[in-house]
């Protein structure tokens, strides 16, 4: 499984971003994929997850701002980032598992900064 994700940049706060995230190989028993970020000094966390049927979790702090969608047609996941905050600054990471729970392949993480 090959994840190839796009889409991150620098942005003033109160901004928006899109993230996108194409996934490539043996990916049909891939049913959750979602959206992961690591900030300076901090662990990586959930952000949001979505599962092939549509059903979605998002964390506390994006809750309200951030919407995550896929297209199971193209295999692609999409995160759409708004009100962004100087605190979403991370590098973020697409993810892609058979059941929620397991994180099993993981892309390349693309970088978002948030200035205030």
């Known amino acids: 499984v090959q994840l190839q994700a796009s889409g991150g940049g620098l942005v003033q706060a109160g901004g928006s971003l899109r993230l996108s995230c194409a996934a490539s190989g043996k990916i049909l028993s891939m049913n959750v994929m979602g959206w992961y970020r690591r900030a300076p000094g901090k662990q990586r966390e959930l952000v949001a997850t979505?599962?092939?049927?549509?059903?979605?979790n998002y964390a506390d702090s994006v809750k309200g701002r951030f919407t995550i969608s896929r297209d199971t047609a193209k295999n692609t996941v999409y995160l759409q980032m708004n009100s962004l905050k100087p605190e979403d600054t991370a590098v973020y990471y697409c993810?892609?598992?058979?059941?929620?729970?397991?994180?099993?392949?993981w892309g390349q993480g693309t970088q978002v900064t948030v200035s205030s």
């Open positions: 993810n892609v598992s058979p059941v929620i729970g397991r994180t099993d392949y």
């Open positions: 979505i599962t092939r049927g549509g059903t979605t």
